[in-house]
């Protein structure tokens, strides 16, 4: 790929395109439109760093450009994970996370440990487990003479460096997949300055038992990159805080990655503050360990469907929804394991029966968070189009973001014509731009849209993906 391009080249190149673009447009089903050919040149990026597929949602092809090629895709992979799980699990597919006595409950007291199993609900949340416990409650049990036991094993995965892909283990969208994934593992920080006491005072979701936060000290400043001035440091029992927080900032929220905490010490921390919450003790430790065959069920825990989580997935661009996603993918009767490869190659057995030569793509975790994802804008394309005939058409479309609307697409295109008229997801890491989705044109008809950049200039892009969007609508 080339990287880089002096001032020469781009004049050169700019020259060029407009040469090229006295037309609004190159003939139907080759090159790329024109006007983005311009944009893109403005903003120092070669032809070569960009892959364009666009048809009909018939299949017809209007526009390409290395449609053939495998990029890194970014955060649009997650259509082809959402995709793949709406055929392969359904749209009514659950998680569900039981809850388990060894012993005997007399009176008020289980004289035994308490289990609870995970089936990786992505989902699951302190507010759902703060109603689970209350059923528990409501069943009699009050105090837990034995230990909470935390069956995890059901995810075969050894991931456990949340720092691998950036070196920053503290920001939410690095949190890493797990059977029993509670609120992603994040801590929600929501920050109270008060002129008069000359203090901060912090609140945290969710609660958490023996975990202690530090609040920062307030200084007059002008709010200028207050995230950074925070200097905040995760500790395995704290957060605290080497910088200050300015009181012209006002109520702020700040959500972090526990990483410091492992999955079991977080749900641990977060499940006895909650118990305790709610009248109950318990008198043991926490312990990992696999479900006996003995153990009695008490009562289960049901995520939301599929069809409600992939609009979190897609809307929210949210990473390890998706990783936990892909390894669910690997709970089919044909898997060996329930591990990230296994469901790679799942989601790349479904591409093949569309079609699609999976041996060019490379699923690593389904998220797009990722250095060796790669992803051909045909193969995309070709996703998009199955998606559109399937008889889950409506899930898969109103998880999109609605341009000028709501998700990641909320601030984009708010006083454009393509304004609700788009559902588009959207891909970005450092050297990496894409959008992909559908468009309403002026005409009335639908167009898929794949767009695809694997440039240093990348994240400069925007403006041209904005300008595409518009030429869609305009143009079909």
Same mark, same amino acid.
């Given at each position: 790929?080339?990287?880089?391009?002096?001032?020469?080249?781009?004049? /050169?190149?700019?020259?060029?395109?407009?040469?090229?673009?006295?037309?609004?447009?190159?003939?139907?089903?080759?090159? %790329?439109?024109?006007?983005?050919?311009?944009?893109?040149?403005?903003?120092?990026?070669?032809?070569?760093?960009?892959?364009?597929?666009?048809?009909?949602?018939?299949?017809?092809?209007?526009?390409?450009?290395?449609?053939?090629?495998?990029?890194?895709?970014?955060?649009?992979?997650?259509?082809?994970?959402?995709?793949?799980? %709406?055929?392969?699990?359904?749209?009514?597919?659950?998680?569900?996370?039981?809850?388990?006595? #060894?012993?005997? %409950?007399?009176?008020?007291?289980?004289?035994?440990?308490?289990?609870?199993?995970?089936?990786?609900?992505?989902?699951?949340?302190?507010?759902?487990?703060?109603?689970?416990?209350?059923?528990?409650?409501?069943?009699?049990?009050?105090?837990? #003479?034995?230990?909470?036991?935390?069956?995890?094993?059901?995810? @075969?995965?050894?991931?456990?460096?949340?720092?691998?892909?950036?070196?920053?283990?503290?920001?939410?969208?690095?949190?890493? !997949?797990?059977?029993?994934?509670?609120?992603?593992?994040?801590?929600?920080?929501?920050?109270?300055?008060?002129?008069?006491? #000359?203090?901060?005072?912090?609140?945290?979701? &969710? !609660?958490?038992?023996?975990?202690?936060?530090? !609040?920062?000290? %307030?200084?007059?400043? !002008?709010?200028?990159?207050?995230?950074?001035?925070?200097?905040?440091?995760?500790?395995?029992?704290?957060?605290?805080?080497?910088?200050?927080?300015?009181?012209?900032?006002?109520?702020?929220?700040?959500?972090?990655?526990?990483?410091?905490?492992?999955?079991?010490?977080?749900?641990?921390?977060?499940?006895?503050?909650?118990?305790?919450?709610?009248?109950?003790?318990?008198?043991?430790?926490?312990?990992?360990?696999?479900?006996?065959?003995?153990?009695?069920?008490?009562? @289960?825990?049901?995520?939301?469907?599929?069809?409600?989580?992939?609009?979190?997935?897609?809307?929210? /661009?949210?990473?390890?929804?998706?990783? @936990?996603?892909?390894? /669910?993918?690997?709970?089919? &009767?044909?898997?060996?394991?329930?591990?990230?490869?296994?469901?790679?190659?799942?989601?790349?057995?479904?591409?093949?029966?569309?079609?699609?030569?999976?041996?060019?793509?490379?699923?690593?975790?389904?998220?797009?968070?990722?250095?060796?994802?790669?992803?051909?804008?045909?193969?995309?394309?070709?996703?998009?189009?199955?998606?559109?005939?399937?008889?889950?058409?409506?899930?898969?479309?109103?998880?999109?973001?609605?341009?000028?609307?709501?998700?990641?697409?909320?601030?984009?295109?708010?006083?454009?014509?393509?304004?609700?008229?788009?559902?588009?997801?959207?891909?970005?890491?450092?050297?990496?731009?894409?959008?992909?989705?559908?468009?309403?044109?002026?005409?009335?008809?639908?167009?898929?849209?794949?767009?695809?950049?694997?440039?240093?200039?990348?994240?400069?892009?925007?403006?041209?993906?904005?300008?595409?969007?518009?030429?869609?609508?305009?143009?079909?």
């Amino acid at each position: 790929m080339i990287v880089s391009m002096g001032l020469l080249g781009r004049w /050169s190149l700019l020259l060029l395109v407009t040469m090229l673009g006295a037309c609004s447009a190159l003939p139907h089903g080759s090159g %790329l439109p024109a006007p983005f050919s311009r944009s893109l040149a403005l903003s120092g990026i070669p032809t070569a760093a960009a892959a364009l597929d666009i048809r009909t949602v018939e299949g017809k092809v209007l526009a390409s450009h290395n449609q053939q090629l495998a990029f890194n895709p970014a955060s649009v992979m997650k259509l082809v994970t959402t995709a793949a799980a %709406l055929d392969l699990l359904g749209p009514d597919y659950r998680w569900i996370t039981r809850v388990y006595a #060894q012993g005997p %409950l007399v009176a008020d007291v289980l004289n035994g440990d308490l289990i609870i199993q995970g089936s990786g609900d992505p989902r699951l949340a302190h507010e759902d487990l703060a109603r689970l416990l209350r059923r528990l409650r409501s069943l009699g049990v009050r105090e837990i #003479q034995g230990d909470l036991v935390l069956d995890r094993s059901l995810f @075969q995965t050894t991931l456990d460096d949340a720092a691998a892909f950036d070196g920053l283990p503290y920001r939410a969208y690095n949190a890493l !997949p797990d059977a029993l994934l509670l609120d992603a593992k994040a801590i929600s920080l929501r920050f109270f300055p008060d002129a008069q006491t #000359q203090s901060v005072r912090v609140a945290m979701e &969710p !609660p958490m038992v023996d975990f202690l936060i530090e !609040p920062p000290k %307030l200084d007059t400043e !002008p709010c200028i990159n207050w995230r950074e001035k925070l200097g905040t440091v995760v500790d395995p029992s704290s957060v605290h805080f080497s910088g200050t927080y300015s009181v012209d900032c006002g109520e702020r929220v700040l959500v972090l990655h526990a990483h410091t905490l492992s999955h079991a010490r977080y749900f641990d921390a977060v499940f006895r503050q909650l118990w305790r919450e709610l009248g109950g003790s318990i008198v043991g430790v926490m312990r990992e360990e696999k479900k006996l065959d003995s153990a009695r069920e008490l009562l @289960q825990w049901e995520s939301p469907t599929l069809a409600q989580i992939i609009r979190d997935i897609n809307k929210h /661009s949210n990473n390890v929804m998706a990783r @936990q996603l892909l390894i /669910s993918l690997a709970t089919l &009767p044909t898997s060996t394991a329930v591990t990230p490869e296994v469901g790679a190659a799942q989601a790349k057995a479904w591409l093949d029966t569309l079609g699609v030569n999976s041996e060019s793509v490379v699923i690593e975790n389904g998220a797009g968070l990722s250095r060796k994802e790669r992803l051909s804008a045909n193969a995309l394309s070709k996703v998009l189009y199955h998606a559109w005939h399937s008889p889950y058409m409506p899930e898969f479309i109103a998880s999109l973001p609605i341009v000028g609307v709501d998700g990641t697409m909320i601030r984009t295109l708010k006083n454009s014509a393509v304004k609700a008229r788009a559902h588009i997801k959207t891909g970005s890491l450092n050297d990496v731009a894409s959008i992909a989705g559908y468009v309403k044109a002026k005409s009335g008809r639908w167009i898929s849209v794949v767009c695809m950049i694997n440039h240093a200039e990348a994240n400069s892009a925007r403006t041209s993906f904005n300008e595409l969007l518009e030429w869609i609508y305009e143009h079909y």
